[in-house]
């Protein structure tokens, strides 16, 4: 577990989760550079997703993220993985960035994404619990 993960968009390296779960903290996951590869395990972002810059490759299993969601560069693979939002307040946003999900949930009890642009889902897209607003892009 950490705070949070911000990778800068100076860095040129690459981080692999490997075979451990990961859980960010209220810190978030902020991606500007460099290459992210993701495991077969959960990994959990207990604040806001952003991808500004880089690459992305989520893990096969579950990323959780209980806060938005922007990706406005960089390039965000799924990975066959799910994506599931799990905030308990109102007011989050989903910018997908014209990038494609495998499993998209929604589950968060109390909780309210609204869409800032087009969403793509290659499979299934569940809401289980909150509210989606699709706000006219789909």
Known sequence: SVRGISITAGFGGNISQGTSAVTVGSGNYSQAGGTFTGGSVAMTVNGDFSLSGGAFTSTSGTLSVS?????????????SGAVSFTAASVGKTITAGSQTFSNLTF??????WAL??????????TVTSGTLNANNQN
């Open 107 to 112: 589950n968060g009890s109390g909780g309210g």
């Open 67 to 79: 806060g938005s969601w922007s990706r406005t560069a960089g390039s965000f693979t799924h990975n």
């Open 116 to 125: 800032q642009d087009a969403l793509s889902v290659a499979n299934a897209l």
